[in-house]
């Protein structure tokens, strides 16, 4: 078997949970009548401490929610230039939200008070008007970057003041309390609306869930029908995400050792610039001197291990409950194996 490192959502489910998937008491979700999606939801918004939440298949689907629940066609976002909603959700912002996104220039995905307020516009017509701020944390294309709670609180009061909203995209915010030790509805106390995602770093097979009022998230479900989220017996797989959550948080500090690990040993590999100091979570990024980061990630693939080219000069490793510390050893050798063999 080659070692997945190309993401934290290629885990299989556990023994223990397919046991609860399989013996899990369903309804019909769309009617309301799921008992164990209704369980999930009750859980998640509690732990996050928002008034309620509702699942939905994809963190992709749980993000598009929030922006089209907060916004209407025409309003402006501001948001990371990297962030996962603008890179990576397939224009959903404008095909689904319809808003325009402005993009901020974050470092590592982490961006300012002062690039929020460069990028406010006057009240004029001309303009969109801007209803939300959103942050990632932590962030994907930052290399799993966690955002300091002082900048939080800082962002929070600049939105606040010219009267935007917040959403925080948290798929990984598991991660993020993992490794601060700040709880996860700490983060969310400053947002209006979190989303958070069980088949990450948790290991679910799927789903994710937007939290926020009762207000908000009424609306929001009234998008998830017409986005095409709404689900019938869904509580097998509430279960696995429920099981995720109960069982596999406090076991991501092994995924951050793991990736701690990796980062040190590949920044003794000649061709590779890796700065292990930068970790934070589970994310690696790998920048590639030699040979083209995708023509690198083949090589790889068929020696053993698995990765994604995220740029030109640049792999990301994603350590997840699949892939043990031996098995981090072992990637390590297969680098400098197969790097030898293109010098």
């Known amino acids: 078997m080659p070692i997945d490192l190309r993401s934290d959502t290629i885990t299989q ?19 309301g009548e799921d008992p ?8 998640v918004a509690e732990m996050l401490g928002k008034e309620a939440a509702v699942f939905t298949p994809s963190g992709t689907m749980a993000n598009q929610l929030a922006l089209r629940a907060h916004t209407e066609p025409g309003d402006e976002i501001l948001i990371d230039g990297n962030a996962h909603i ?25 961006f300012t008070v002062g690039d929020v307020e460069a990028a406010l516009r006057p009240a004029d017509q001309h303009f969109p ?8 944390n932590t962030h994907n294309r930052g290399g799993g970057s966690v955002w300091p709670i002082e900048r939080i609180r800082e962002i929070e009061e600049v939105s606040r003041r010219h009267g935007m909203r917040l959403h925080l995209d948290g798929a990984r915010l598991w991660n993020a309390s993992v490794a601060t030790g700040i709880p996860e509805r700490d983060y969310a106390a400053h947002f209006d609306s979190v989303s958070v995602c069980f088949s990450k770093g948790l290991g679910a097979p799927i789903g994710s869930a937007l939290c926020g009022t009762h207000e908000l998230i009424q609306r929001a479900r009234r998008f998830r029908k ?44 000649h061709g590779l610039a890796v700065d292990p100091a930068s970790m934070q979570t589970n994310i690696v990024l790998i920048r590639v001197a030699t040979l083209p980061a995708p023509e ?32 981090i050893s072992e990637a390590i050798h297969i680098f400098a194996n197969t790097l030898r063999t293109c010098l």
Request: proline share 4%.
């Open 13 to 31: 489910p556990t023994p223990a949970m397919r046991e609860a998937m399989a013996s899990a008491e369903v309804g019909d979700d769309a009617f």
């Open 36 to 43: 164990t999606v209704a369980g999930l939801e009750a859980r």
């Open 86 to 110: 603008y890179y990576y959700e397939a224009g959903g912002p404008a095909a689904l939200a319809g808003v325009m996104c402005r993009c901020l220039p974050g470092v590592r995905g982490i």
């Open 129 to 136: 008007p801007t209803k939300l701020v959103c942050v990632e």
């Open 226 to 269: 017409m986005f095409g989220g709404g689900m019938r017996q869904a509580g097998i797989i509430a279960a696995g995400a429920l099981h995720a959550l109960e069982h596999h948080r406090e076991r991501l500090t092994e995924d951050h050792a793991n990736a701690r690990a990796l980062a040190a040993g590949l920044s003794k590999v």
């Open 296 to 327: 690198l990630a083949r090589k790889l693939d068929q020696a053993g291990v698995r990765v994604f080219a995220v740029g030109p000069d640049t792999l990301r490793a994603v350590t997840n409950l699949m892939v043990s510390s031996e098995a």
